[in-house]
């Protein structure tokens, strides 16, 4: 049968395609394993840090200790009854000096009313806004800040690193694409002759063609699946670290057929170097 | 088996055969002779359609080759044995991957290609050497090989571009009783030859070819 000897074909042609065969498998392994570690921290930080499910947190700096009492019982009054804790200035004191030590004795000697009272309340990322907003207008209310603030920043910043990533990991696929064409230009050229006679002994263009597109799709998958397994290696070494940091089946489905696609692609482009029968 | 009507057929304008028109039957034996450049190789090269004609029209086998469809070649070609001068073998492929690369292309079993491949080199005296490349073989060797792929598939109709052009005396007429018993079983071969004392040796039907010109159609040189 013809698959046996297209795979004869393929063996040999992996052979021939020496060190540029061995930089394209490189490379694709370099653009999955990097290409699926953004993947798993991109999934992870949305998950962990900036994901809706997780809360987000409005705190108020009131004018008074007194105000605290007003504030709570206008803030019962909404509908969407919010968990907060009321720190008193004392409170708030303890806490400072809690958080730097080294400033403790300083802390502790001020007076009381040089600190104000905090009101924190535990909202939805999608009502924190409208609460701030609400908390801004109060007289009682001397500053408002919110944490989505800095988890909108953080989400900015993430996706321009994440894009920057994904292109860098494209660009790799892109370089496996052309090394992958340009090896399979080289070899037709090569095999000129022999696709000459096989053809003139009645050898189909798809006889001829598959064994080259077979090798693209080999060194592609070769390299996906390297990365692949660096992947996991670098899971397993970070699993202590980062245990919430997966490596989906998706992906794990997706990488290596990312890299087969890029070296096939790469080797049917490369293919129109075969001059065409009259 | 081969009718030629009016074939002309020109490089870059200089015309190497002019109003060819002709006819082989099923099951003869012919000769293609002349000097070099009278067209004889341009001529073999049309019947296996390596090449279109300019004008007239060729039919091999039943097959309009002008009007044949360029994915409907390959179908083609497998009726056909080829020898050529140069023997075209796969350098990277051995003596067998040479011969059973021909019966692939028919989805034969690797088991039917393995056989096939045996007997048939087997036939030619070299069923010891398959494993061999094909430069490690002798010039002999190596047309042996050649003959066997285009046997191989028990085609209706052999064309041997001078066959015996890289072989000593002795093994070119060995070569042409070869190509006889092949004819008597009922194959149509076509030898394109210079060496007019094969055609002595073995007189058929001779067809002259002078500057692209069909001159003499004769029994003998």
């Known amino acids: ?278 | 088996m081969i009718r030629l009507e009016g074939v002309l057929k020109s490089y870059h304008g200089r015309l190497a055969l002019r109003g060819i028109s002709t006819r082989v039957e099923r099951s003869e034996f012919v000769f293609l002779t002349g000097p070099s450049g009278a067209g004889k190789s341009t001529f073999l090269r049309l019947l296996y359609r390596a090449e279109l004609p300019d004008d007239g029209r060729i039919v091999v086998d039943g097959y309009d080759l002008a009007a044949l469809p360029r994915r409907q070649v390959p179908l083609f070609r497998r009726r056909l044995g080829v020898i050529f001068q140069d023997f075209k073998l796969l350098r990277r492929r051995t003596v067998g991957e040479n011969i059973s690369f021909v019966l692939s292309l028919l989805d034969l079993s690797e088991k039917e290609q393995q056989r096939r491949t045996y007997l048939t080199l087997k036939q030619m005296g070299l069923h010891n050497r398959m494993s061999a490349l094909p430069d490690e073989l002798s010039g002999g060797e190596q047309q042996r090989v050649a003959i066997a792929r285009a046997l191989v598939l028990q085609p209706d109709l052999i064309l041997a571009d001078e066959p015996s052009g890289n072989l000593d005396p002795e093994r070119g007429h060995e070569l042409m009783e070869l190509l006889k018993s092949i004819n008597y079983q009922g194959t149509t071969v076509v030898v394109a030859t210079h060496d007019r004392s094969l055609i002595e040796a073995h007189p058929d039907r001779t067809l002259v070819l002078e500057r692209g010109h069909l001159v003499r159609d004769a029994w003998g040189a």
């Open chain 1, 1 to 278: 049968m013809m698959v046996l000897h297209g795979w004869r074909e393929v063996k040999r042609q992996v052979r021939e395609s020496g060190a540029a065969g061995v930089a394209a498998v490189l490379m694709v392994a370099v653009a999955t394993a990097w290409g699926g570690l953004l993947w798993s921290v991109h999934g992870w930080v949305y998950r962990e840090l900036l994901g809706h499910s997780q809360s987000s947190t409005v705190v108020v700096v009131l004018r008074s200790p007194a105000a605290g009492t007003t504030l709570t019982a206008a803030l019962q009054a909404r509908p969407d009854g919010r968990r907060w804790t009321l720190s008193q200035p004392r409170q708030v004191q303890a806490e400072l000096a809690g958080w730097f030590p080294e400033l403790a004795s300083v802390l502790l000697a001020l007076d009381e009313p040089s600190f104000p009272a905090l009101l924190k309340i535990d909202v939805t990322p999608s009502d924190s806004a409208g609460l701030a907003s609400w908390l801004a207008a109060r007289p009682e209310v001397a500053v408002v800040k919110s944490s989505t603030q800095w988890q909108e920043r953080l989400d900015r910043t993430f996706r321009r690193a994440v894009a920057v990533g994904f292109v860098l990991a494209a660009a790799l696929l892109g370089g496996c694409f052309v090394v992958v064409l340009l090896v399979v230009r080289l070899l037709v050229l090569d095999h000129a002759d022999e696709i000459a006679i096989m053809r003139l002994i009645g050898a189909r263009e798809r006889d001829i063609r598959l064994p080259y597109v077979a090798l693209g799709l080999a060194l592609g998958a070769t390299g996906s699946l390297l990365g692949v397994l660096a992947l996991v290696g670098i899971e397993l070494a970070l699993k202590a670290s980062f245990p919430a940091l997966v490596l989906g089946t998706a992906m794990l489905t997706i990488l290596p057929l990312g890299g087969a696609v890029a070296g096939a692609g790469g080797a049917a482009l490369g293919l129109l170097a075969i001059p065409k029968e009259p």
